[in-house]
């Protein structure tokens, strides 16, 4: 696994390399601001520390969690709904409710390490995957 913290700083580095919350980040991330989801997120962990909690979690207990971000009923259906899934048997990470794009350029890079020609449509995910082709995954991450 790449050992990952860059000069952008993106959530999910703070979880690293906890894919479950790495993901849950990424779908967060889906249409809120960056810094929007940092004022949830840490909460959202303390109360639903992993798959199986989230999975069992009820939607009005995680809507109000999520209320800061918007759609938060929608966030709150398809996160139990992710955690489900992701508990179950999955062999591509876009097999899992709600995992897009984003989502899935970010489990490619930093945990199947598959860099491939083609960057990612994100900007700060487009920094990693231009560093990492150039070689730069330093064992102690950027600083």
Known sequence: MIRVHSLRDLIQEQYYPDVFKVLVCCLLLNRCRGETVRRVVDDLFLKF?????????SVGELTDVLRPLGF?????????????AF???????RELPGVGDY??????????????DDPPEDHALTDYW??????????????
Request: proline share 4%.
């Open 72 to 84: 938060q009923n929608q966030r709150a259906k398809r996160l139990v709904e992710f955690a489900r």
């Open 130 to 143: 231009i560093l990492a082709k150039a070689g730069m995954w330093p064992e102690g991450g950027w600083s």
């Open 87 to 93: 508990l179950g048997e999955w062999k591509d990470v």
């Open 49 to 57: 520390p992993n798959a199986s909690s989230m999975a069992q979690a």
């Open 103 to 116: 989502a899935a350029d970010c489990y490619r890079i930093l945990f199947l390490e598959e860099l491939g």
